[in-house]
């Protein structure tokens, strides 16, 4: 995880006490319920900063799965994550990462999840660890993630939380702003502004306020508004216009 991730996992962002406050919900359930949290959303709207923070506060287990990834190498990724040199077989390999789970408590973030559900497979391998050994997994994906699960009943019979991620919105942008402008006041009228050019990504405000903090530095700002900020350009994540 990056460091700007680790960095921002301090700030109790409302995703953030989402995804905390659902692990805890699961961790704690009744005996017999099922154990998996379910967190979807567009991209840039902070979900795996939400994990970052996770790791942290539950010492959760994490891997990030990648388009390319096997089945094989999935696994092999959850035990190198656990400190565990892995089996030679896949059923062996299910067994070594559910006796940990199990023997630590610590439950399993499975980021990018889309990557191994949209297979019957990798949606099986999961319900596999699960049910192995019962822990608590948290798996997490884009807006499409609930469909992609519901796909494979065996799987999404064992989600207890479906969780949306939200937009972000002016409370998010103030606590970003001390992390990523420090030293700068920018008034509410243009940290609004930011979080409706946004259209709910996190990542584009932070973007926008780095990009203010080097202005207010090379202006001699100590403190920014809308009026002052004018018609300086304000980041959307769309690419410009094509030239005719």
């Known amino acids: 995880m990056s460091q700007s991730d680790q960095t921002l996992s301090i700030a109790p962002l409302t995703n953030v006490g989402l995804c905390l406050s659902a692990m805890e919900r699961v961790m704690d359930r009744t005996l017999?319920?099922?154990?998996?949290?379910?967190?979807?959303?567009?991209?840039?709207?902070?979900?795996?900063?939400?994990?970052?923070?996770l790791l942290t506060r539950l010492r959760a287990y994490y891997v990030a799965v990648q388009s390319n990834w096997t089945r094989k190498y999935f696994l092999e990724a959850i035990l190198r994550e656990m400190g565990i040199v892995p089996a030679r077989t896949l059923p062996a390999m299910v067994a070594q990462a559910a006796e940990q789970l199990a023997l630590s408590g610590r439950p399993l973030i499975v980021d990018e999840a889309d990557h191994m559900v949209s297979k019957e497979g990798g949606a099986n391998l999961i319900k596999d660890i699960y049910e192995s050994a019962e822990p608590t997994i948290m798996l997490i994906g884009e807006e499409?993630?609930?469909?992609?699960?519901?796909?494979?009943?065996?799987l999404a019979g064992r989600v207890l939380e479906w969780v949306?991620?939200?937009?972000?919105?002016?409370?998010?942008?103030?606590?970003?702003?001390r992390?990523?402008?420090?030293?700068?006041t920018i008034a509410d009228d243009l940290l609004k502004l930011l979080v409706e050019k946004a259209r709910g990504s996190v990542r584009r405000v932070i973007v926008n306020l780095d990009a203010i903090r080097a202005e207010a530095q090379k202006m001699g700002w100590t403190s920014v508004d809308r009026a002052a900020w004018g018609e300086r350009p304000i980041y959307t994540g769309q690419a410009p216009a094509t030239r005719r």
């Open 32 to 53: 017999g319920l099922p154990g998996i949290v379910e967190f979807h959303g567009p991209s840039g709207y902070g979900k795996s900063t939400a994990a970052a923070h």
């Open 164 to 177: 949306p991620a939200q937009p972000v919105n002016i409370s998010d942008a103030r606590l970003l702003l």
């Open 179 to 184: 992390i990523y402008a420090p030293g700068v």
């Open 144 to 154: 499409l993630l609930p469909a992609k699960i519901e796909r494979w009943e065996r």
